[in-house]
């Protein structure tokens, strides 16, 4: 059975739906890539892209969508609530199937030496494709955003980038990578403030003293304060035991949950684990999901 890679690229762009449909529609043409979901944010000013094929074609479809983004986003323009760093802002690999982290990461490596060298936009590799300590955190290489990077990249030895030159221009930086599946979880508050939201987030996300392998911040989306955050291994850190947190710590403001949303995809087994939490189906059997029961039968 063949690789299978999934590569999930996050534009600094969601309010130009003819600029976006440019952009995602580099994965409906480049052979052995399935365009999987995108999602635009107009408050984050932000798209997310998931698709997955083969190593090569993912790498291919990547490296070509960062070249359009470089033409048609302007980072000195962009505006908006997400953190970002360049046009094309991250770019991770993941293995799903037939295929290692030790894969993923040579994908990046050879992915960023590219973009560096044949586009001139400055590569900073990231998890587990990371050169140094200090680079294998997103916020840590993010931190000051497009604009302090502008100002510090030419003479701060700490913002060398891995590929490409010391000089930034209006597509920014891009950070390139391999790491696991993460989901990427929002909740909206009701009867709640954005500052109250930002406490929220600082409770819940492990930088703040929470929980681990959740990375967060409160932000204000579509006139509703928002919980933003990433969950980076829910099978150590469960989605329902984040929900809880949420929970817990809003009622100390007065606030509830009012609903919750997905970015892109998310693993099936991650649905599971919170259905049998909340239900206390302890004795659940996997083989007890009809989906699965299916696709045991059709590969028999």
């Excluded at 991770?92 to 936009?121: H, S, W």
């Excluded at 990249?153 to 597509?171: L, M, N, T």
């Excluded at 998310?266 to 999901?289: G, N, T």
């Amino acid at each position: 059975m063949n690789a299978l890679i999934e590569c999930v690229p996050n534009f600094s762009e969601g309010r130009r739906k003819e600029v976006v449909e440019q952009i995602v529609d580099v994965a409906h043409r480049t052979a052995g890539v399935q365009l999987l979901d995108y999602s635009s944010d107009e408050d984050h000013n932000r798209t997310v892209v998931t698709m997955a094929g083969s190593p090569d074609g993912v790498e291919a479809a990547a490296f070509e969508m960062i070249r359009l983004a470089s033409e048609l986003i302007d980072l000195n323009q962009h505006h908006g609530e997400h953190p970002r760093l360049g046009a094309t802002d991250v770019v991770p690999f993941i293995p799903l199937r037939n295929a290692t982290m030790a894969d993923c990461v040579t994908l990046a490596q050879r992915l960023g030496e590219r973009v560096g060298r044949e586009l001139g936009i400055p590569v900073y590799l990231y998890e587990k494709a990371a050169s140094r300590p200090d680079r294998v955190n997103l916020a840590d290489i993010r931190r000051g955003e497009y604009e302090g990077l502008k100002e510090r990249i030419a003479h701060d030895e700490s913002k060398v980038p891995d590929y490409g030159p010391r000089e930034i221009g209006a597509a920014g930086a891009t950070v390139i990578g391999a790491r696991p599946f993460l989901i990427a979880y929002n909740v909206y508050l009701k009867n709640a403030t954005v500052a109250e939201a930002k406490k929220v987030a600082k409770a819940v996300r492990h930088s703040g003293g929470g929980l681990a392998y959740v990375k967060g911040m409160g932000i204000e989306v579509e006139g509703m304060p928002q919980v933003s955050m990433n969950l980076t291994d829910f099978t150590k850190t469960p989605i329902h035991r984040v929900q809880e947190l949420i929970r817990s710590e809003a009622a100390r403001y007065g606030a509830t949950i009012h609903f919750a949303e997905l970015i892109g995809m998310i693993p099936q087994q991650a649905l599971v684990d919170v259905a049998r939490w909340y239900l206390q189906l302890d004795r659940m059997e996997e083989s007890q999901i009809l989906e699965n029961r299916l696709n045991d039968l059709a590969a028999e």
